[in-house]
């Protein structure tokens, strides 16, 4: 599937989104800003931890929407997610075996290394891999209410979106107003 | 007795989120926030903690990063990408590593360097090395977390040798 299929399962659920650094925040903003989004500028590799944070510290289910080059950067979070497994927290790793944002170069996903295996091996019970949209619907369903990881097939590629326009500081302001805010 | 000092430091500051990872010195202090109200996770690398406390900083709570100074070196590009850039608040509460009486020579370079890329990174810290030292560490954190900024602090082993 694409990310942008990704995009769209995860945006008519009510939930806060984390957005990894690149195309996968810039997509997320083209597709449907609004301000339960969180996107990362900088920092590579830490989308899955900020969500992590996230979700043991306020109630409302966290998506994640990351990448396996960046999760690869930074596997150690995901035996951190394993021992603290907030019902409220959701990874999703759109796997498309290249890092998208810097030329497409290639991931080891691609080769020998499979994040669903990692994922159980860390510990983590409630660990799914798709390849459709419907697929992931029915995975985000079973797993709400679980601490859940969700690998999700993606094809190479990334839409012609633009660089998001917002400040780091306006993202974090009108996120921090809609958690405060509630619904 | 300096352990519960540096704990009443940082309830004094409203911590109420730590992430931590080991260290021979710290081991006092995690000990007794474990018997506290205050949520502890424990991460495998200190890059991975700055990404947690950012995510607490964003639902409002004021997280403390536990760590020797040589994690410093590892979190470099977080502080500034992520904590820095989007004005976070949190504190670095760092053993330092590498001064007199130190056992293990790997210590002694970041030792040196941690103060100095602190500085780089424009983070402002305090020098923690005897007990009277204390009282300035709670208002300087309440001042950071007021400020929703980026302060640290470095705990010498001299301050537990003094104490004794």
């Not at chain 2, 995690?30 to 495998?44: A, E, G, T």
Request: with cysteine; charged share 15%; hydrophobic share 45%.
């Amino acid at each position: 599937m694409r990310r942008s299929e990704i995009i769209e399962e995860i945006v008519r659920r009510d939930w806060l989104i984390v957005a990894n650094i690149g195309y996968p925040a810039r997509e997320l903003f083209a597709a449907a800003d609004r301000p339960g989004n969180f996107y990362m500028l900088g920092s590579m590799g830490l989308a899955s931890s900020l969500g992590l944070g996230l979700a043991v510290s306020q109630p409302h289910r966290v998506c994640i929407l990351d990448g396996d080059g960046s999760v690869l950067m930074n596997l150690g979070s995901l035996a951190t997610i394993a021992h603290h497994a907030p019902d409220n927290f959701c990874l999703i790793i759109a796997d498309n075996k290249v890092y998208g944002s810097t030329g497409g170069q290639p991931t080891y996903t691609g080769g020998r290394t499979d994040l669903a295996a990692v994922a159980r091996a860390a510990g983590n019970t409630q660990v799914s891999r798709v390849s459709t949209k419907s697929q992931l619907a029915r995975a985000l369903d079973e797993h709400e209410g679980h601490a859940s990881i969700i690998i999700a097939d993606t094809d190479p590629g990334n839409a012609d979106v633009p660089v998001i326009p917002l400040s780091a500081v306006a993202i974090k302001e009108r996120f921090m107003a809609r958690l405060m805010g509630g619904n | 007795m300096i352990d519960t000092r540096i704990v009443h430091c940082m309830q004094a500051a409203a911590v109420d989120m730590v992430v931590s990872l080991p260290c021979n010195m710290l081991s006092g202090i995690l000990d007794h926030i474990d018997m506290l109200p205050i949520k502890r996770i424990s991460v495998c690398r200190e890059e991975e903690g700055v990404g947690i406390a950012a995510g607490a900083a964003l639902a409002g709570k004021w997280p403390v990063l536990l760590m020797q100074n040589s994690g410093l070196g590892n979190c470099v590009n977080a502080l500034a990408s992520l904590t820095c850039l989007y004005r976070l608040p949190l504190f670095l509460l760092m053993s330092h590593r590498g001064g007199a009486g130190e056992q293990i020579a790997a210590q002694i370079p970041m030792g040196q360097a941690a103060p100095r890329v602190l500085e780089a990174l424009a983070i402002p810290y305090t020098a923690v090395a005897t007990p009277d030292d204390l009282d300035a560490l709670a208002s300087f954190m309440r001042q950071i977390y007021a400020d929703r900024a980026v302060g640290a602090a470095f705990l010498s082993r001299e301050l537990w040798h003094a104490a004794q």
